[in-house]
């Protein structure tokens, strides 16, 4: 049996409807309804995995009933959705690897820049999507630390 996988382009805006035709729910409780193969155009996360996904080439393959929060700080919005499901699953990989403290620093930063560009390239204003950053690479470390004692 082969499973056939939604094809979207994180930095082409018009794959926008094929991605919301993928999920469903709302603000912090968005899930994957169908098979996504989402193209990163980078190949910097091969390697990762969790129980629904994993990163393989440039792509990050998404089972049905992936669940992710979106935005933890700052609202929705539609330009920031794709970035949100890839940068959630991507730091809870991260989180959950075996490596040195370096490394998951390396990797936190990549996914951390790689989100502000999937916001820019699906249509969010460059100076919106330099200030999410800043508050990824300020708060995120901060958020780790309560995500891993199950506090948030």
Same mark, same amino acid.
């Given at each position: 049996m082969t499973t056939e996988y939604i094809e979207i382009d994180a930095m082409n805006k018009a794959?926008?409807?094929? $991605? $919301?035709?993928?999920?469903s729910g709302g603000p912090g409780k968005w899930q994957v309804?169908?098979?996504v193969r989402l193209w990163l155009h980078t190949n910097r996360f091969k390697?990762?995995?969790?129980?629904?996904?994993?990163?393989?080439?440039?792509?990050?393959?998404?089972?049905?009933?992936?669940?992710?929060?979106?935005s933890s700080v700052v609202k929705d919005t539609?330009?920031?959705?794709?970035?949100?499901?890839f940068h959630d699953l991507a730091c809870g990989a991260i989180r959950s690897m075996s490596a040195s403290r370096f490394t998951k620093w390396r990797l936190r930063r990549d996914a951390d820049l790689l989100y502000r560009k999937i916001c820019i390239a699906q249509g969010m204003w460059?100076?919106?999507?330099?200030?999410? $950053?800043a508050g990824l690479r300020l708060g995120g470390p901060v958020y780790s630390l309560f995500k891993?004692?199950?506090?948030a």
């Open positions: 794959d926008w409807p094929k $991605f $919301f035709d993928c999920i309804e169908q098979y390697g990762l995995r969790g129980h629904f996904y994993c990163f393989l080439g440039e792509s990050l393959m998404v089972a049905p009933l992936t669940r992710w929060n979106g539609p330009a920031c959705l794709m970035a949100s499901l460059g100076i919106r999507a330099d200030i999410r $950053f891993r004692d199950g506090r």
